[in-house]
T-cell receptor, first 115, second 115 residues
Framework: AQSVSQHNHHVILSEAASLELGCNYS??????LFWYVQYPGQHLQLLLK??????LVKGIKGFEAEFIKSKFSFNLRKPSVQWSDTAEYFC?????????????FGKGTRLSVIA | GAVVSQHPSRVICKSGTSVKIECRSLDFQATTMFWYRQFPKKSLMLMATSNEGSKATYEQGVEKDKFLINHASLTLSTLTVTSAHPEDSSFYIC???????????FGPGTRLLVL
């Protein structure tokens, strides 16, 4: 069975600091990878996704993630965070072309950005 | 992007009553819908997967007679919490996926409080 690990439960950064949130998955086959964000009081929104091609994926709001197959990782990065990036971030994985199987989520990382 | 709506956004009910939550895909046909439950400061717990016109597939530990799921059309799925009890109080989120697509889109969630 697949599983997703997000190592950081809560990250606190000052504005303009750089961000990297770790995500590792366990599955030997081909996967699609996602990062979702949940702002306070709002629903989950897709930040970015990787299906194939360039392993460095750019998403909305200046976020990017890099797929490193050898490390089974898909870390999320942003060079300079803003207060408005305060949110919960979820990494998710799905076996590619597996039909109706749902996304498998990590436990989430809460990011708090302070002024 | 694809939009998923949920209704109601918030419901308060008495113990023993049943509550129905609707999930609609507004601009695409959702052949598969997923229902999640999110506990405070925790990740999403998948409850069930439903395909249009078929019976839902429930995750281990989720009572199918308590959480009735109907996916009668390509744009609507409903979750009915039957004989609700205070321990059913939670945040319920639906997610939808179009046929042959890999990305799941999420609704805004329904907060259920059972008194």
């Amino acid at each position: 069975a697949q599983s997703v690990s997000q190592h950081n439960h809560h990250v606190i950064l000052s504005e303009a600091a750089s961000l990297e949130l770790g995500c590792n998955y366990s599955y030997g086959g081909t996967v699609n990878l996602f990062w979702y964000v949940q702002y306070p009081g709002q629903h989950l929104q897709l930040l970015l996704k990787y299906f194939s091609g360039d392993p460095l994926v750019k998403g909305i709001k200046g976020f990017e993630a890099e797929f490193i197959k050898s490390k089974f990782s898909f870390n999320l990065r942003k060079p300079s965070v803003q207060w408005s990036d305060t949110a919960e971030y979820f990494c998710a994985v799905k076996r590619r072309n597996s039909g109706n199987t749902p996304l498998v989520f990590g436990k989430g990382t809460r990011l708090s950005v302070i002024a | 992007g694809a939009v998923v709506s949920q209704h109601p956004s918030r419901v308060i009910c008495k113990s023993g009553t049943s509550v129905k939550i609707e999930c609609r895909s507004l601009d695409f046909q959702a052949t598969t819908m997923f229902w999640y439950r999110q506990f405070p400061k925790k990740s999403l717990m998948l409850m069930a997967t439903s395909n249009e016109g078929s019976k839902a597939t429930y995750e281990q530990g989720v009572e199918k007679d308590k959480f009735l799921i109907n996916h009668a059309s390509l744009t609507l799925s409903t979750l009915t919490v039957t004989s609700a009890h205070p321990e059913d109080s939670s945040f319920y989120i639906c997610s939808a996926r179009e046929a042959y697509q890999e990305t799941q889109y999420f609704g805004p969630g329904t907060r259920l409080l059972v008194l």
